[in-house]
């Protein structure tokens, strides 16, 4: 795993960015063709205002949608589907994007995004780390054996808590329970992962997936077994390393 850490945020997106374009330009140029993952949150603001000015042939790659709220509409100023449509879809016009519909039959959904990224190995994944260690919407302790690419989950209180805490919604009782979620082993499946985590709120989950052990119960721990991670981190997210 490299650590890069910055001063500020802006600084990080600036050093993310550059480093997923440059991967998704390479596997354009061996493939023809680019294949990637995207996450949302207020983590990944900057970075993708970032990565959508990169000079990179949007027509050769095809997204994919990290989670979702189960039972939320597209509309709502929550849905990551509206997070990622305004912040990218309609900026650069991938040639694919494959959203996950929070409001359809969670099986049937978790089956139809299962088959589809079967077929396309991911290039890079772009994703964030959660106050409490979750990868995607995988909350402590996340299941790190099944093999299903897209899972429904609840989500714990604490997850619950940052989606608050980030302004989606006005009180907790309005913020989903579930989500359809990309799996923790779909996620290390991908060639390289570029994982942005800025802000003191993420200090002590930044520290717990460095140092601790690797185990369910903090998620974003198991990134130390995979061999193409570049975590950007701030100097207010690095604060408690040691």
């Known amino acids: 795993m490299k650590i890069i850490i910055s001063d500020t945020k802006e600084e990080l997106a600036k050093e993310a960015a550059p480093k997923g374009a440059e991967l998704i330009c390479k596997a354009i140029n061996e493939r023809g063709e680019a294949n990637i993952v995207l996450a949302t949150g207020v983590s990944q603001f900057?970075?993708?205002n970032e990565l959508v000015n990169e000079n990179i042939d949007w027509t050769k790659v095809t997204a994919?949608?990290?989670d979702e709220y189960i039972g939320i509409s597209k509309t709502h100023p929550a849905s990551f589907r509206k997070y990622l449509k305004e912040r990218f879809?309609?900026?650069?016009?991938?040639?694919e994007f494959n959203y996950v519909n929070g409001e359809a039959d969670p099986v049937s959904e978790c089956i139809r995004l299962g088959n589809l990224i079967g077929k396309r190995p991911i290039d890079v994944a772009f994703i964030g780390i959660?106050?409490?260690?979750?990868?995607?919407?995988?909350?402590?302790?996340a299941d790190f054996e099944t093999g299903e690419a897209f899972l429904a989950v609840n989500l714990d209180e604490a997850c619950r808590n940052q989606q608050l805490g980030e302004g989606w919604f006005a009180t907790l009782?309005?913020?989903p329970g579930k989500a359809i979620s990309m799996s923790v082993k779909q996620i290390l499946k991908s060639k390289a992962i570029i994982c942005s985590v800025p802000d003191t709120r993420k200090a002590k989950a930044v520290k717990n997936t460095l140092e601790g052990s690797v185990t369910p119960g903090v998620p974003s721990s198991i990134l130390q077994q995979h061999n193409a991670v570049w975590l950007y981190l701030d100097k207010d997210s690095a604060s408690l390393l040691a």
């Open 89 to 95: 879809v309609d900026i650069v016009s991938p040639k």
């Open 64 to 66: 994919f949608h990290l």
């Open 46 to 48: 900057e970075m993708l």
């Open 173 to 175: 009782d309005e913020v």
């Open 130 to 141: 959660g106050e409490n260690g979750h990868l995607a919407f995988n909350d402590p302790p």
